[in-house]
């Protein structure tokens, strides 16, 4: 059984910074793309950003392009989530997740087949 816990979450004023990490309890945790999900209340589960199994490959959502930055550390077993410049609009539960080895798809929850329990990131205006 795979268990990712999430941490670093808080709350934090509008134009700062935060950085989540995502450790694996995993011996493979180096062959499995990664990924971070968020949800805010009433919103669905959204994409957020995914990286390939070697960290060459990423992926952003339109709306954080250019603000977070994931990265990973197949060492430590863990993923990461710097995020800059944070808006009240980034307010949310956020998860990271594992990529099915099969999958091929990186936007959508179906592709993801185990998930942390999420760690809740406030922003203030």
């Known amino acids: 059984q795979v268990q990712l816990v999430e941490s670093g979450g808080g709350l934090v004023q509008a134009g700062g910074s935060l950085r989540l990490s995502c450790a694996a309890s995993?011996?493979?945790?180096?062959?499995?793309?990664m990924g971070w999900f968020r949800q805010a209340p009433g919103k669905e589960r959204e994409f957020v950003a995914a990286l390939s199994r070697s960290g060459v490959e990423t992926y952003y959502a339109d709306s954080v392009k250019g603000r977070f930055t994931i990265s990973r550390d197949n060492d430590k077993n863990t993923v990461y989530l710097q995020m800059d410049s944070l808006k009240a609009g980034d307010t949310a539960v956020y998860y990271c997740?594992?990529?099915?080895?099969?999958?091929?798809?990186?936007?959508?929850?179906?592709?993801?087949?185990?998930w942390g329990q999420g760690t809740q990131v406030t922003v203030s205006s």
């Open positions: 997740a594992r990529k099915a080895l099969l999958s091929t798809a990186w936007f959508e929850t179906a592709e993801y087949d185990y």
């Open positions: 995993t011996r493979t945790f180096d062959i499995y793309a």
